[in-house]
């Protein structure tokens, strides 16, 4: 800027001084819409409208709390299974300020400071599983309804109870049974820190990062989590799924169809990673014949007859053809440089699955 009250700032630091003092002056007032036609789930036109909003501070504002986030993210102390997956992070929690949390409307848990509202949806949800963990223990069904076997009141779980259970203090004065308290504690500390969170990429932008932002600030760094395994989604034929376009298969539908063994090979192949999976009816109809045939081989190799005559094993190859000797179709004797290699070739392939399998 080269005039005013904000000369010699950078327009990008003097635009919001400006426009503030605008709105102050009653010269101008704020003005929102949205990019493009917004669509609800219910086929209405959205507008965009002027009410009180509640935030959270993700982003600069409490540089502390970014910086934390960040940290476990960039360092050994998040598995994310991808260098494309923790990149998407790194960006999403350089970028990620303000989110709007709260909303007048629909289903969800009301804000505890104004309750007039209800927590939006991808700021909800952010540490349910940490209540699994003891769930069992307070209800007996799955509405609460019913007392579990703790025989706790819901207005007995004050916000100490909770910082007690989940490690955040060690002292705690309330009418719960020291047993009930230990128990509810030790569940917490059996499950926590969860292992391995799973969702679609779809996520990383906003709900995932929530996920990781409120543990870090909640829970001890014992109970922060391991990890984070992002999958993309799910095709059908090339086509995304869809019940409207008919383009839809369950995977209950798709073992009746083709099996359980031909679905498992035909998700296999449908790809790995972040990218979007795709199920092929074509690969899963030609592989129930490659798997009869499999079966039919495995089947004809362990029937074969073995006899011994005369201290001499044979082996039947087929019942129409004659005894061979065992020689004839198995080699004996020292192995060779090309058995070791066949053999450590098996070994290295047995290490690599358990490892696979482990992560």
Not at 98 to 113: D, E, H, I, V
Not at 141 to 157: H, L, R, S
Request: hydrophobic residues 35%.
């Amino acid at each position: 800027m080269c005039y005013g009250e904000h000369k010699g700032k950078s327009v990008e630091a003097a635009k919001p001084l400006v426009k503030q003092q605008l709105v102050d002056a009653g010269h101008a007032f704020n003005y929102a819409e949205p990019d493009g036609q917004v669509i609800s789930r219910s086929a209405d036109e959205c507008v965009a409208g002027h009410l009180d909003q509640w935030y959270l501070n993700y982003g600069k504002a409490d540089p502390e709390w970014q910086s934390t986030v960040l940290d476990w993210v960039s360092n050994p102390g998040l598995n994310t299974f991808s260098t494309e997956v923790k990149n998407s992070f790194e960006q999403t929690i350089d970028w990620l300020g303000q989110w709007a949390c709260a909303r007048s409307f629909g289903l969800g848990s009301k804000l505890p400071w104004d309750e007039q509202f209800i927590v939006e949806s991808l700021s909800d949800s952010t540490i349910y599983m940490s209540y699994y963990t003891i769930a069992h223990l307070l209800h007996g069904d799955i509405f609460g309804k019913t007392p579990g076997p703790a025989n706790v009141k819901p207005e007995q779980m004050t916000d100490e109870v909770w910082d007690y259970v989940f490690g955040r203090s060690e002292e705690v004065n309330t009418d719960i049974s020291k047993e009930t308290l230990q128990t509810m504690k030790r569940e917490f500390e059996y499950w926590y820190p969860l292992d391995v969170r799973i969702s679609g990429k779809d996520l990383i932008q906003n709900h995932l990062t929530f996920f990781l932002y409120i543990h870090l600030a909640i829970f001890p760094k014992q109970y922060w989590p391991q990890a984070i395994r992002v999958n993309g989604h799910l095709m059908l034929n090339g086509e995304k799924m869809s019940k409207s376009t008919g383009n839809f298969l369950t995977l209950k539908d798709a073992t009746e169809k083709f099996g359980a063994d031909a679905t498992r090979i035909a998700m296999a192949d449908g790809g790995d990673g972040v990218e979007d999976a795709n199920f092929e009816e074509t690969v899963a109809n030609a592989v129930i014949l490659k798997l009869f045939e499999l079966r039919k081989w495995c089947e004809e190799t362990v029937t074969e007859a073995r006899l011994v005559k005369d201290g001499q094993e044979y082996v039947h190859i087929r019942d129409n053809e004659k005894p061979k000797n065992i020689d004839a179709v198995q080699r004996t004797g020292e192995k060779l440089f090309w058995d070791q290699v066949f053999e450590n070739e098996l070994n290295g392939l047995v290490k690599e699955t358990e490892q696979n399998y482990e992560e």
